[in-house]
């Protein structure tokens, strides 16, 4: 009989009574054992004796990635040195890296939490799960590796890059399923493609994450590959790294995993929360962490929260896909746009690839330009060029509100990446 992770009670009071009790937990451990807690606590008069049911928790203030920042190289620590025995790290494009320690029972949690995910997923002991992200200081490669043992399929750990190793793998070991970020995971279905040997894998399923993928990409990728089906992956170094909840089967969002963080859906200007199904920064309190506890950690993605039973029958709560993060948001003459409304336009259009860049300049005249670079779709004729900048420049005026300059490229030549893809050069800055 094989061990199932999903928790054994999930219904709504059964799941607010497990937070409540971590919650409370978290806060008493956070305000007693870590000096940076107890003073921000402090500083708004709050404590443990505070938190008698989960809307109090709104009297807490929240943590940013700022603090992670201050407190380097050990923010937030909760334990004594010697119950420390990992620490991973975020790559962290401006600033430190984000340092994060964990206890061997945060690693067990966080072990069980992913052999959720690919119980989610549908897989068995049989599947042989080929896992191509990168192993290290980054919490993805050891994150996939650990939950698959834990789950019990066989893990084929090959890491990131090297998709010759991969192909060669994916035919040999017949390896069923993919996991990867989502740039990993339309290159290895280009190579797939390339070398011609999509009937001699016996691929079923890819879990990819680690960033926002748009319609087009996870429909090229699933066409490429001929896997049956795809799931996104969210999580983040803070919170243990992947593996935080997964989509489902019935691809109607993402269950997350309630019974060990509570989340909220803040305005990020207000951090009051959205009403129910709007947009908002999601913000999270872990329930048993205890190396380093999050009390409403703002994560900075955003997403909305979906209502009522899912049709795949899980009744863990879900949130949407990841729309973006607002810190990836920028302005184009007083416009606020995030890249996922770019995503969102050209998945819409035929004729075009899946990749694109934006790239914002400062004219002389002191106008600001934006240029959109979008690759034509894979054996389309640059006859129907013209045809398709009217139309790609007409759809962002209309969504967007912005007029761009549009330019249509080869496809296959915009780069391609197995890490996650920077698609927005702002080189406004530069030229200041
Ligand atoms: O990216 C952990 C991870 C690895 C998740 C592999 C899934 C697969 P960080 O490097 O700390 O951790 O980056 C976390 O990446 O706050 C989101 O902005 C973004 N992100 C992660 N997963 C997704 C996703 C890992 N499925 C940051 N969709 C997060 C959209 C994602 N964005």
Excluded at 113 to 127: H, P, Q
Excluded at 276 to 284: F, H, Q
Aim: proline letters at 5%.
């Amino acid at each position: 009989m094989t061990r199932s992770f999903m928790p054994a009670a999930a219904t709504t009071e059964q799941l607010q009574e497990v937070q409540l009790q971590g919650v409370r937990w978290t806060v008493a451990h956070a305000y007693e054992h870590c000096d940076f807690y107890r003073s921000k606590f402090d500083a708004v008069g709050v404590g443990p004796a505070d938190l008698r049911s989960l809307d109090d928790l709104r009297r807490f203030p929240c943590t940013t990635a700022d603090d992670l920042q201050s407190g380097y190289p050990f923010p937030l620590r909760s334990v004594p040195n010697d119950r420390i025995v990992r620490v991973h790290a975020s790559s962290g494009t401006t600033g430190k890296r984000k340092v994060l320690c964990y206890t061997q029972k945060d690693l067990d949690d966080w072990a069980d939490m992913f052999a959720r995910c690919y119980e989610m997923a549908g897989l068995s002991r049989e599947d042989r799960v080929q896992i191509a992200v990168g192993y290290g200081l980054w919490t993805a490669g050891v994150g996939f590796q650990l939950g698959c043992e834990r789950f019990g399929a066989m893990a084929v750990p090959v890491g990131p890059g090297n998709t010759e190793m991969h192909c060669q793998l994916l035919v040999d070991l017949q390896s069923t399923v993919f996991c990867s970020t989502a740039s990993m995971a339309l290159l290895m279905a280009e190579e797939i493609e390339r070398r011609g040997i999509q009937d001699q894998i016996a691929l079923k399923k890819i879990i990819f994450g680690a960033e926002r993928h748009s319609r087009r990409m996870r429909e090229r990728v699933r066409q490429l590959t001929g896997a049956e089906e795809l799931y996104d992956i969210p999580g983040l170094t803070e919170l243990y790294g992947p593996g935080t909840g997964l989509e489902c089967s019935a691809h109607q969002g993402i269950h997350y995993w309630a019974d060990y963080y509570l989340l909220e859906i803040l305005d990020p200007e207000t951090l009051e929360p959205v009403p129910p199904g709007d947009l908002g920064e999601m913000v999270v309190t872990t329930l048993r962490k205890e190396a380093a506890p999050l009390v409403r950690y703002r994560t900075r993605d955003l997403t909305r929260l979906i209502d009522g039973p899912c049709p795949c029958g899980n009744p863990l709560p879900r949130h949407a896909h990841i729309l973006g993060r607002s810190d990836d948001m920028f302005i184009f003459r007083a416009v606020n746009i995030y890249p996922g409304q770019i995503d969102h336009v050209l998945s819409g259009i035929p004729g075009i690839g899946s990749e694109y860049q934006v790239h914002l300049a400062h004219r002389d005249d002191g106008r600001d330009t934006m240029t959109l670079k979008v690759e034509r779709a894979q054996g389309g004729s640059p006859q129907g060029d013209a045809e398709l900048l009217e139309q790609v420049g007409q759809e962002v005026r209309r969504r967007i509100m912005v007029r761009v300059a549009v330019e249509i490229v080869d496809y296959g030549s915009l780069p391609r990446t197995e890490r996650k893809s920077r698609r927005v050069f702002d080189h406004r800055q530069l030229e200041a």
